[in-house]
């Protein structure tokens, strides 16, 4: 069994994408536990002796900030905090997104600078361990003060409240707990708070979607080179010297890759009739290389969030300071979601211009690529479908961060709606997704028409492949079943 200690030590995305895809158990390291507790204690004894307020441990929460609270319902002001802000609504988070929120939460609180217990931490630790997943809803949160609606649904099953999924199915919180002999968690002050203030929600949304960014990024560049040879495209822009000259560093990855994705092609070789490819084919490394360059720069902002503290207030042991400041608010990550989403979007519009391109029957390519037209619709409306997708994905890329609503009377006047940013994110993601697979269909449809010509050995292989699960289409047949095989494909076939 592998095993991943948290620490302090800097948790890049590929380390987060190897703890899931091989499934990783997690463990707290030593000088994890150590911090922890470390912090516990001082607030322990800070709590013993401070005679201010201290905002959300000896008082009420936003607005009610100046209402001091009893020593003796210290534990019931974080209870309440829980139970009261779980009103999330609207679809259910995915499983996938909800181990990585279970897995930032820890990595935020293992730094030692949130004052939780160390029980709690390992109570985390022992859900993502058993894959109890507790169930979260998509709408609820305004991205500052934290994901305050998302991560109390995450929490209220530490206080064996709530629901979770386990082993498909969804039981009461309490009847898990039972199940694996499992106290709920009393919670201490300042508890409530620190797994509620926080960005693992927008951050784990983000980091799913990023992943899933970077195997559509290369995808997009394989796609693209089926149809470039398929349409009988030209190789002449993607040489070096032209993308030298601009110098954008995806730009000339994108050349590079395409020209080693067709090295060997005899219809790339063939004469050609016609002097230029429209913008859709021959802008790939323009167009595919700006997102590639937006996919590495909103890496960055997401690897700074998932290694950084973000609950409120923040703890400095060493310095004796008990700080209210705002590392919940989500912006950094809200601007990169919404700039994200247009990157990912445009692989899907640029896309699905290339099917119209494939379908339109120039280039000695039959008409909606079937041998008899009329008769036959053969691919047409596929293309109606990926500009139907490609749409609404335009719609999604409205900035969800350009908005702010105030909240608790007013003391929360700005927010990022970092998490709104989050979720149409991933809708975009899987919208561009479907796009290229449909463009797979279409451009392994016309490649057949340039036999006996063959494509590069890459293509071939791939096209080869993907023949074992969606067929050539010779007469009209139900299509639906032949582009969800194709998005299988996609997600089964990614090679890094």
């Known amino acids: 069994m592998k095993t991943h200690y948290i620490s302090s030590e800097y948790l890049s995305i590929a380390k987060v994408r190897q703890i899931v ?7 707290l390291s030593d000088d994890a536990r150590r911090r922890i507790a470390h912090c516990r204690e001082y607030l322990d004894k800070k709590m013993a002796t401070e005679k201010q307020p201290i905002y959300g441990i000896t008082t009420g929460f936003g607005s009610l900030c100046n209402i001091s609270i009893g020593a003796e319902e210290l534990g019931r002001l974080q209870k309440n905090l829980v139970m009261s802000h779980a ?8 499983s996938e997104v909800v181990r990585l929120m279970l897995l930032l939460k820890v990595q935020s609180l293992s730094y030692g600078h949130s004052g939780v217990q160390l029980s709690t931490v390992e109570r985390l630790i022992d859900f993502y361990n058993e ?47 039972a199940k694996f002999g499992w ?24 980091v799913w979607s990023f992943l899933k960014a970077e195997d559509l990024s290369e995808w997009a560049d394989r796609v693209a080179a089926v149809s470039l040879d398929a349409f009988d495209g030209r190789i002449e822009p993607f040489c070096d010297e032209v993308h030298i000259v601009r110098g954008h560093k ?18 790339l070789c063939n004469t050609k009739a016609h002097v230029q490819d429209p913008y859709s084919f021959r802008c790939i490394p323009q167009v595919h290389g700006a997102s590639k360059d937006t996919i590495a ?15 409120n207030p923040t703890v400095f042991p060493d310095e004796d300071m008990v700080v209210s400041a705002g590392n919940f608010h989500g912006q950094p990550i ?163």
């Open 250 to 267: 995806g730009q000339l990855a994108t050349a590079r890759r395409m020209r080693e994705l067709l090295a060997g092609s005899e219809i």
């Open 183 to 206: 106290q709920p968690v009393e919670l201490q002050s300042k508890e409530g708070l620190a797994l509620l203030n926080g960005t693992q929600f927008m951050s784990a949304y983000g």
């Open 334 to 496: 809200a601007l990169a979601m919404d700039f994200l989403a247009i990157a990912v979007a445009e692989l899907g519009n640029i896309s699905e211009r290339r099917i119209f391109r494939l379908i339109s029957g120039a280039r000695n390519l039959p008409n909606f690529l079937v041998a008899k037209p009329g008769l036959n619709s053969g691919f047409m409306i596929p293309q109606y479908a990926a500009a139907s997708i490609v749409s609404q994905s335009k719609g999604l890329c409205m900035p969800a961060s350009v908005d702010s609503i105030p909240s608790s009377q007013g003391q929360e006047d700005h927010v990022s709606m970092g998490s709104n940013a989050a979720t149409k994110l991933s809708r975009v993601v899987l919208n561009t997704e479907r796009v290229l697979a449909i463009e797979l269909m279409n451009a392994a449809q016309a490649l057949e028409f340039r036999r006996p010509l063959k494509s590069s050995q890459f293509i071939e292989s791939l096209v080869a492949d993907y023949r074992k699960v969606v067929p050539f289409i010779d007469n009209d047949t139900v299509m639906y079943p032949h582009i969800e095989a194709s998005i299988q494909f996609l997600r089964r076939n990614v090679t890094r």
């Open 87 to 94: 009103c999330g609504t609207g679809d259910r988070v995915d």
């Open 131 to 177: 894959d109890v997943l507790p169930v979260v809803y998509q709408q609820g949160s305004l991205g500052a003060s934290g994901d305050l609606a998302p991560l109390a649904h995450l929490s209220l099953p530490l206080l064996g409240l709530g629901e979770v999924e386990y082993e498909g199915e969804i039981y009461k919180a309490e009847d898990i707990l």
């Open 21 to 27: 895809e091989e499934g990783y158990k997690l463990a």
């Open 297 to 311: 720069y909103v890496g960055h902002v997401l690897e700074t969030e998932i290694n950084s503290v973000t609950d």
